[in-house]
T-cell receptor
Framework: DVKVTQSSRYLVKRTGEKVFLECVQD?????MFWYRQDPGLGLRLIYF???????EKGDIPEGYSVSREKKERFSLILESASTNQTSMYLC?????????????FGEGSRLTVL | SQQGEEDPQALSIQEGENATMNCSYK?????LQWYRQNSGRGLVHLIL???NEREKHSGRLRVTLDTSKKSSSLLITASRAADTASYFC?????????????WGLGTSLAVNP
């Protein structure tokens, strides 16, 4: 059974803290994505990666960075968390051959920044 | 930017009834996908329909695509309480080497027992 695992379901951090959100997939997928989801705004793409060490900015990359050192792992980093980064963060992956196809999502990480 | 727009935003029906949700988009697409999200969880892929397809079925799901009207519909037949969730459409635009999907804001479906 295919799986995308996000390290934490719920996190509470303080303003200014550095936050790491980890995502691991076991499907040998080339592409990995980080989204944030907010009520009324839907899913917004933060960053995506189509290969190890490769990354591309999505629609809202400001305040975030990413790391893809291994194919199965894609990390989202908030260098200095702010309250407006309180959100649900969703990681997803897809196969290069079907990169325009099905995305597999993790269960999400709900981050609260106080 | 959100290309897909789902309609209605919210839908409440009784168990056993059919639920229809619509998605409209603006630009030419390669494919359109429907996803489901239970409250507080990740999204699950339901069905993908390509631009050269008009209708697709999967179990109790039926998806249609009308490229001339730039719209799609998702029909869930004989709904169950477990179908209560949000449903999202996502489009893969056909222009360029765009690897991104463009998402709608979703339809919230409540199926009452």
């Amino acid at each position: 059974d295919v799986k995308v695992t996000q390290s934490s379901r719920y996190l509470v951090k303080r303003t200014g803290e550095k936050v790491f959100l980890e995502c691991v997939q076991d499907m040998d997928h080339e592409n990995m994505f980080w989204y944030r989801q907010d009520p009324g705004l839907g899913l917004r793409l933060i960053y995506f990666s189509y290969d190890v060490k490769m990354k591309e900015k999505g629609d809202i990359p400001e305040g975030y960075s990413v790391s893809r050192e291994k194919k199965e792992r894609f990390s989202l980093i908030l260098e200095s968390a702010s309250t407006n980064q309180t959100s649900m963060y969703l990681c997803a992956s897809s196969n290069t051959g079907t990169w325009a196809g099905e995305l597999f999502f993790g269960e999400g990480s709900r981050l609260t920044v106080l | 930017s959100q290309q897909g727009e789902e309609d209605p935003q919210a839908l409440s029906i009784q168990e056993g009834e059919n639920a229809t949700m619509n998605c409209s988009y603006k630009t030419s697409i390669n494919n359109l996908q429907w996803y489901r999200q239970n409250s507080g969880r990740g999204l699950v892929h339901l069905i993908l329909i390509r631009s050269n397809e008009r209708e697709k079925h999967s179990g109790r799901l039926r998806v249609t695509l009308d490229t001339s009207k730039k719209s799609s519909s998702l029909l869930i037949t004989a709904s169950r309480a477990a179908d209560t969730a949000s449903y999202f459409c996502a489009t893969k635009v056909s222009a360029g080497n765009n690897r991104k999907l463009i998402w709608g804001l979703g339809t919230s479906l409540a199926v009452n027992p």
